[in-house]
């Protein structure tokens, strides 16, 4: 199984600043099948990028995707009130799909 | 619209069952592999199991493998999850899901319902 750890636990930003999520995979991702998803308090995830890199329908450019084999990186070049949230990867390549911790990012 | 409905949950007791179902609509059911996830409370994300278009191909989780059941009624265009001998462990919110990528055994959703609560607890 493909263990995923993500990292920081938690970031405290402000809005208008960029921010870097890092998910590091414990052996390389098949066909780089890594997607990310944002998760707010009761509710359900939402898909954000797939394929490490491609926007999933609907969500804003300032989301972007980038990494291959083990290492993968979330960018968000501007938060937005409405960024704030709960972030996850997950790699789709190998049985079990597996995600990682998740990352916490909250208002500074 | 997509759109992916779960019932079912509730508080059952250790070693107890329960039956979750899914009702999708806005796409054609039978086409898609579908799946469970959860998320234990204040934790991260599972896959549980999953379903291939047809029903002809099932795939599950070791820590459910025995004791869950995953089937689906094209005609109904409903998902179901049947939970045996659960365990305080299995405490989570459901989701069910469309595959939108990956594999059927290792899916990458596009589409979530908002959920349903199990609690296993005496």
């Known amino acids: 199984e493909i263990v995923l750890t993500q990292s920081p636990g938690t970031l405290s930003l402000s809005p208008g600043e960029r921010t870097t999520l890092s998910c590091r995979a414990s052996?390389?991702?098949?066909?780089?099948?890594l997607a990310w998803y944002q998760q707010k308090p009761g509710q359900a995830p939402r898909l954000l990028i797939h394929g490490a890199l491609n926007r999933a329908t609907g969500i804003p450019d300032r989301f972007s995707g980038s990494g291959s084999g083990t290492d993968f990186t979330l960018t968000i070049s501007r938060l937005e009130p409405e960024d704030f949230a709960v972030y996850y990867c997950?790699?789709?390549?190998?049985?079990?799909?597996?995600f990682g911790q998740g990352t916490r990012l909250e208002t500074k | 619209e997509v759109q992916l409905l779960e019932s079912g949950g509730g508080l059952e007791q250790p070693g107890g069952s329960l039956r979750l179902s899914c009702a999708a609509s806005g796409f054609t059911f039978s086409s898609n592999a579908v799946s469970w996830f959860r998320q234990a409370p204040g934790k991260g994300l599972e896959w549980v199991a999953g379903i291939s278009g047809s029903g002809d191909r099932t795939y599950y989780a070791d820590s459910v493998k025995g004791r869950f059941t995953i089937s689906r009624d094209n005609s109904k265009n409903t998902l179901y999850l049947q939970m045996n001998s659960l365990r305080a462990e299995d405490t989570a919110v459901y989701y069910c899901?469309?595959?939108?990528?990956?594999?059927?055994?290792?899916?990458?959703?596009?589409?979530w319902g908002q959920g349903t609560l199990v609690t296993v607890s005496s």
């Open positions: 052996q390389s991702v098949s066909n780089n099948y």
């Open positions: 899901a469309k595959k939108g990528g990956g594999y059927d055994y290792a899916p990458r959703p596009d589409y």
């Open positions: 997950q790699q789709y390549g190998g049985s079990p799909s597996t």
